[in-house]
């Protein structure tokens, strides 16, 4: 089955790379780098250390208290953090700068991951939430590298999909070695695909282990400072199809509170000329933070179209909703809002974060809307209601504080697995 599987990975790979030039029509970053994609590096990490591949942004923000934890216990160690998108290749820059190696992750394409072993020579491999790759897993098996899937996730349609792929998917899943899963939900799925039981561990999810750097706090004031004396809600990381509908909802929020901000911050940037444009062509005034100009009383819609910044956005508003929910992508981290004491707000769609969405609801430190209409009525009622936004955004902080600990959990996975003694 493998062979079959790689067989249609060749034939594919012409539609494949058409669809990354097509992409880098709008993305400059996809156009650049081709070779890393088939394990061709023009330079490497000292060999012996550990490869952690992180798809995007929102896998590296994940990992970044894993990444510190192993450079403060084991200074010696080469980091390399691979991406699949130029997104995440800038947050990885941000965050670590020098600090790790980084790369573009190659094709599961025998050759391309032979390649990149051969050049980088792990002594472990850490995978990132879903990232589960036949050829990468067989071909560390046969090298004898450690594998483990930190901050693991599968939801219950992702475990339908693999669980049709029958003795195939039995086969790949067997083959990794070990799950950092974030929820007993999440380790019974797995187990299920074929993970042998003791070998899946329930850690928590890292993305509780979070902490807000002082300069963000710092930054927090000087923009909440810029926006003025003014109601603020913010739309974190949305899609197409859903910045419409959060337009929409503004529109009906400006009826209530006409001095009230939108932050509206797209998850994708080859999308921040498209929306600004659609910002204008619903008519309201527009403040893009990337022309650095004042943001006036006057201006309705700020647009963050500047990369690593969200953390600010977020602390900065009154009330924040989550993009990707809206709409059928699955929705992204509440966390970065509830740690800041930010009352969130998320649509039907979060098959991602279902776990983390289910505990802010049982907490009452979030709210699920189902449409424009009951968003806007959501964030209207909190703007109104300092008390109760106050409640809700405590809560959220609460849940946030109570819930750490999934990085010692996972370090300890980690450091258990890991061959020798790098330190």
């Not at 980091?79 to 020098?98: A, D, H, Q, Y």
């Not at 792990?122 to 939430?129: A, F, G, H, N, S």
């Not at 009951?374 to 703007?383: C, N």
């Amino acid at each position: 089955m493998r062979r079959l599987y790689t067989l249609v990975l060749y034939l594919l790979l012409p539609a494949v790379l058409l669809r990354l030039a097509w992409r880098g029509l709008r993305a400059p970053g996809y156009r650049e780098r081709w070779a890393e994609r088939f394990g061709r590096l023009s330079a490497g990490p000292d060999p012996g250390g550990v490869w952690i591949h992180a798809v995007s942004v929102g896998e590296v923000q994940a990992i970044e208290p894993l990444v510190r934890h192993l450079r403060e216990a084991h200074p010696r160690l080469a980091l390399t953090i691979t991406t699949s998108t130029p997104t995440g290749s800038e947050r990885v820059k941000l965050l670590f700068g020098s600090d790790v190696f980084h790369a573009y992750c190659p094709y599961d394409l025998p050759f391309a991951i032979r390649r990149f072993l051969d050049r980088v020579q792990p002594r472990m491999l850490i995978m990132v939430e879903t990232e589960i790759w036949p050829n990468l897993l067989a071909l560390c098996a046969r090298r004898g590298i450690p594998t483990l899937l930190a901050n693991g996730r599968l939801s219950m349609r992702s475990a339908r999909g693999y669980g049709r792929l029958g003795a195939f998917s039995r086969q790949v899943f067997s083959g990794i070695g070990a799950v950092a899963a974030q929820s007993q939900a999440d380790a019974d799925r797995f187990v299920s695909l074929g993970v042998p039981p003791e070998r899946v561990s329930v850690t928590g999810s890292i993305k509780f282990d979070m902490r807000i750097p002082a300069s963000v706090q710092e930054q927090i004031q000087v923009l909440r400072r810029a926006w003025g004396d003014r109601s603020v809600w913010v739309a974190a990381s949305t899609h197409e199809g859903e910045d419409e509908q959060v337009l929409s909802a503004h529109r009906r929020v400006l009826q209530e509170m006409p001095s009230t901000l939108l932050v509206l911050v797209p998850r994708h940037p080859e999308r921040f000329d498209k929306v600004a444009a659609l910002v204008a062509r619903h008519g309201f005034r527009l403040c893009r933070r990337s022309s650095e100009q004042p943001c006036g009383e006057d201006v309705q819609v700020f647009l963050g179209d500047t990369m690593g910044e969200l953390p600010v956005f977020l602390g900065g508003a009154d009330v924040a909703f989550i993009g990707g929910s809206l709409v059928k992508v699955g929705g992204h981290n509440m966390l970065e809002a509830a740690a800041q004491g930010v009352p969130v707000v998320f649509g039907p769609h979060v098959f991602n974060f279902s776990g983390i969405a289910r505990l802010l609801r049982d907490r009452e430190a979030g709210v699920m809307v189902e449409d424009a209409a009951s968003l806007a009525a959501q964030v209207s009622a909190w703007l109104q209601d300092a008390s109760e936004r106050s409640r809700i955004g405590e809560n959220g902080r609460q849940v946030v504080e109570e819930n750490r600990g999934a990085l010692q959990r996972l370090a300890r996975m980690v450091d258990e697995r890991l061959p020798g003694n790098p330190a």
